[in-house]
């Protein structure tokens, strides 16, 4: 068995900038970060448009208490306010310290770090690299990780969240180059595993986004909070589902419909392109379905709007947001300097998650679990509510990483190593292992991770019905059976990324049963979640967070307050 004080999954922003706290707070610590990538493989690291905080350098006007309410707002009142007051007052800070530690932001001609305007900020605070800002960073904190000698376990895939008597003790994990397994054991254990975007049909995520945290803390009893509420980004290049950055509207680009209208004029006059991310999408997905989309011969009808950039010139497009021309170039042949982009909605972000306080512990019940810490897209703090803002991600993954990270530091001070017995937990994992092997299905993999990324497309997607998510949880049924009988092709123990793809769609499966089955329940329409069959926001009966509770025989559905510790809750408008 492997022990160490402290174990990170996940090698993002979140979980690097944990670790080079601990490091910093006690650097006689034994600390290590698990990843089933390589850590600068992480998600982060196609982050483009950039990071929150109120520095001041473009607009001086700027607050953290506006951030907070822009923040607040753009959540749909369901954002804890007292995590949200944290996010915005830590946000000059770590920014600062990331520039100290390296990061090479875009500058202002006097040499000051710029800042872009971004949907739903009432101000110009985005902090960017070019279009590349999660680049910039990841791969600072994992130079750090190095020189503060943290131990990486790379391309390693943990299968299992250890809890016993309440405390998390450790995990089970699976080297993917030889198909070895170990049970490492730790006094703290962290997950900072990222979003799911690979349960649906059409993504912005990468193809490691399989929401493997938030099913294993789900196998393990844990609550989930908030799954109902999936991001969709207004913006992905049709049709692939890349990401065209917020940085691109930020700039000044339009969305244009069929008839050549800027149409967001009809559903967030003040904001335009930069309204909020929930209205922005719904519109695109509206204007489509009203027959004012467009089709690649130019005609209306089709399936995407344009984003055109083509007034903002060619020096702006290729000093601010070269690698959006580039995607876009590469992808679909598209010269953004002189042609628009075709464009449409695109999943991108999991608001829910694991759990957790201002300092990462992760609740459970009325209390906490013991031992057992989260933070970064995988968490659910809840800085974004129903809805985040574009570059709040990042920035809740340094201010969050940050505060766990000291925690931890401080937790596992005179603590022991929980008391494990490893043998049953390899036998257990050796047996799953073997079985999805040896069984003789029908079914491949990519074939029931079609069927089941179309089905949360069809039945969960942008616009929502309690007649549509039923079906859709039936069928999902209909999945998880077929699951029991899939066949692989890759029997052996090298490399099998066959075998780590099983262990995923597994993950997915679990996750989307609870997406569906909160969506379900929240009977209103509120940020990205939008209920045809309920379409006010009912803060009588749903300001409150929900908390899912996985199990093999159901999903129960349990409920949190929200804190309201700034703003009353008002209508949305933009
Ligand atoms: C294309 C794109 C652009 C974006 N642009 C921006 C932006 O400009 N601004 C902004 O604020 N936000 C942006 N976001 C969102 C933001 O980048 C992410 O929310 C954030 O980077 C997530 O970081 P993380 O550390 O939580 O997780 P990730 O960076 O996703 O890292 C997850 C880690 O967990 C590991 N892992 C997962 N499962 C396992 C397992 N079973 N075993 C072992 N390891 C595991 C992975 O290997 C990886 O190292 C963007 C997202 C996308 C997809």
């Known amino acids: 068995m492997l022990e160490h004080d402290v174990i990170i999954v996940g090698g993002g922003l979140a979980g690097c900038r944990a670790a080079v706290e601990i490091a910093r707070t006690d650097p006689t610590l034994k600390i290590a970060v698990i990843a089933k990538t390589h850590p600068i493989r992480s998600h982060s690291v196609a982050a483009q448009g950039g990071i929150a905080a109120t520095l001041k350098n473009v607009d001086a006007t700027d607050t953290w208490e506006a951030h907070a309410f822009d923040t607040v707002k753009g959540s749909d009142y369901l954002a804890d306010q007292d995590a949200v007051e944290i996010l915005a007052r830590e946000a000059p800070d770590v920014v600062i310290d990331l520039e100290h530690m390296g990061v090479l932001f875009s500058r202002l001609s006097d040499g000051r770090i710029a800042q872009r305007a971004f949907g739903g900020h009432s101000h110009n605070r985005t902090c960017y690299a070019a279009d590349k800002t999660g680049h910039a960073i990841l791969h600072e904190l994992v130079n750090n ?123 967030a006059p003040s904001r335009m392109e930069l309204a909020p991310r929930d209205i922005t999408s719904r519109a695109i997905a509206r204007e489509i379905s009203a027959g004012r989309g467009i089709h690649p011969d130019g005609s209306a009808g089709g399936a995407f709007v344009y984003l055109d950039l083509r007034h903002m010139g060619k020096e702006k497009i290729m000093s601010r947001i070269p690698f959006c021309w580039e995607e876009a170039h590469r992808l679909v042949g598209i010269d953004a300097v002189h042609q628009p982009m075709p464009v449409r909605p695109t999943i991108h972000y999991s608001m829910g998650g694991i759990p957790t306080d201002t300092n990462g512990r992760v609740r459970s019940g009325e209390g906490f679990i013991e031992r057992f810490f989260a933070a970064g897209e995988s968490a659910c703090v809840s800085v974004h509510g129903a809805n985040r803002l574009g570059s709040n991600s990042l920035l809740e993954c340094v201010v969050y990483g940050r505060r766990t990270g000291k925690a931890i530091a401080q937790f596992v001070q005179n603590r022991k190593l929980p008391v494990v017995d490893e043998q049953p937990y390899i036998q257990a994992a050796k047996e799953q292992m073997q079985q999805l092997i040896a069984q003789n299905g029908k079914y491949r993999i990519a074939q029931i991770r079609q069927t089941f990324q179309d089905c949360m497309t069809k039945y969960c997607g942008v616009f929502r019905t309690e007649e549509l998510m039923q079906e859709g949880l039936t069928q999902l049924e209909q999945i998880q059976q077929q699951y029991q009988e899939i066949y692989l092709d890759d029997k052996g123990d090298c490399w099998n990324t066959e075998l780590v793809e099983a262990l995923e769609l597994r993950s997915l499966l679990v996750v989307g049963q609870i997406i569906m089955t909160s969506a379900l329940h929240r009977q209103e329409s509120r940020g990205a979640h939008c209920r045809e069959d309920y379409s006010q926001r009912d803060d009588e009966n749903f300001l409150k967070h929900t908390m899912a509770y996985y199990s093999p025989a159901g999903i129960d559905i349990q409920y949190r307050p929200v804190n309201i510790s700034m703003f009353e809750p008002k209508e949305r408008k933009y």
Not at 237 to 247: C, T
């Open 145 to 267: 990780l190095r020189r503060y000698g943290v131990c990486i376990y790379d391309e390693w895939y943990v299968m299992r969240l250890i809890v016993e008597d309440g405390e998390a003790k450790g995990v089970v994990m699976y080297r993917i180059l030889d198909g070895h397994l170990e049970v490492v054991r730790a006094k703290a254990v962290m997950f900072a595993t990222g979003g799911y975007g690979r349960a649906y049909n059409t993504t912005s995520n990468d193809y490691a986004s399989t929401g493997d945290g938030l099913a294993m803390t789900a196998l393990a009893g844990l609550p989930l909070e908030d799954m109902e509420f999936v991001q969709f980004h207004p913006t992905g290049l049709y049709p692939v589902g890349v990401l065209i950055s917020e940085a691109v509207r930020g700039e000044g680009a339009y969305l244009i419909n069929a008839l050549g209208d800027r149409f967001m004029a009809n559903y």
